[in-house]
């Protein structure tokens, strides 16, 4: 069994997205999705599946992103007109 990043994927209710891959990343997609499938068991994966499941690994993975994210969302202090 090969060690990926992402497990099985959950059920759930397809969208439809477009975009447009350069062709060597669509092949890598497949691939993954071939390995993920019968890694589990379940046959290949469509690439179009682990698109989203990537990037949410990705971005919660993301130290850089998570910093930034914390420093965006913390309140700026009020202004005091009596100092």
């Known amino acids: 069994m090969a060690k990926l990043k992402l497990g099985p994927l959950p059920d ?3 969208v439809k ?3 447009e891959l ?11 999705g071939e390995i993920l499938g ?3 068991g379940d046959g290949p994966v469509e690439p ?3 698109i ?6 990705f971005i919660a993975t ?3 992103f998570a910093r930034a ?3 965006c969302a913390a309140p700026k202090p009020a202004h005091d007109p009596t100092s």
């Open 12 to 14: 759930d209710r397809p």
């Open 52 to 57: 989203v499941p990537m990037l949410e690994r």
């Open 69 to 71: 994210r914390r420093g």
């Open 17 to 19: 997205l477009t975009v």
């Open 62 to 64: 993301d130290r850089g």
């Open 38 to 40: 019968r890694d589990g």
């Open 48 to 50: 179009v599946r682990l």
């Open 22 to 32: 350069p062709a060597s990343l669509h092949r890598d997609l497949f691939s993954y």
